[in-house]
């Protein structure tokens, strides 16, 4: 079945990076696109960026731009994003859904920054 | 940025009964090139990831039992649930993907009196 699998929760000290991977399964990957949204603790939803995986075009939200990179690797159909310069208020679930109506999402993962 | 405005942000429903929720954008969410208005409708069960429920305005995704209904245009649309289930509990979003930077609504947490 269609399904996006993410990496594990990670715990990071400010000033870090980490990377968290979005691995697609049983649809076309390589034709599709990748939105990554995020939500702090006990708050809404917020959209990060979305890439291109056909042509590794990417656009990101203004509050993240420069230290946020989303990639892809058609060999594996995973995606990836990267959070450097980590700050305590980057301490959220991330989750990766694919493109178009946003309908399928990765289970999340928990990323925790903490000193 | 287009700004998504739910309207309410609780919503106390008895099982059985309609329920029903607002959003509403700053900007138009028809795409004259296609036809389509880009506003979707997602609900987050408490410990879950969001699901999708309503596509386009005002198409039911996949799955979705049909007392879930989408509609409105421009920059005007309702989600209606035609008989509250103890299942839907939970927080409502609306997505515009019309333009970049997508934008989510506040949410509207549902819950059952």
């Known amino acids: 079945q269609v399904q996006l699998v993410q990496s594990g929760a990670e715990v990071k000290k400010p000033g870090a990076s980490v990377k968290v991977s979005c691995k697609a399964s049983g649809y076309n990957f390589a034709n599709s696109g990748i939105n990554w949204v995020r939500q702090a603790p006990g708050q809404g939803l917020k959209w990060m960026g979305w890439?291109?995986?056909?042509?590794?075009?990417?656009r990101y939200a203004q509050k993240v731009q420069g230290r946020v990179t989303m990639t892809t690797d058609t060999s594996t159909s995973t995606a990836y994003m990267e959070v450097r310069s980590l700050r305590f208020d980057d301490t959220a679930v991330y989750y990766c859904?694919?493109?178009?109506?946003?309908?399928?999402w990765g289970q999340g993962t928990t990323v925790t920054v903490s000193s | 940025e287009i700004v998504m405005t739910q309207t309410p942000l609780s919503l106390p429903v008895t099982p059985g009964e309609p329920a029903s929720i607002s959003c509403r954008s700053s900007?138009?969410?028809?795409?004259?090139?296609?036809?389509?208005?880009?506003l979707d409708w997602y609900l987050q069960k408490p410990g879950q990831s969001p699901q999708l429920l309503i596509h386009?305005?005002?198409y039911r995704a996949s799955g979705v039992p049909d007392r879930f209904s989408g509609s409105g245009s421009g920059a005007d649309f309702t989600l209606k649930i035609s008989r509250v289930e103890a299942e839907d509990v939970g927080v409502y979003y609306c997505?515009?993907?019309?333009?970049?930077?997508?934008?989510f609504g506040q949410g509207t947490k549902l819950e059952i009196k």
């Open positions: 900007q138009s969410l028809l795409e004259s090139h296609d036809g389509n208005t880009y």
């Open positions: 890439i291109s995986v056909f042509t590794g075009n990417t």
């Open positions: 997505l515009q993907r019309i333009d970049f930077p997508y934008t």
């Open positions: 386009t305005a005002s």
């Open positions: 859904a694919r493109d178009g109506a946003l309908d399928v």
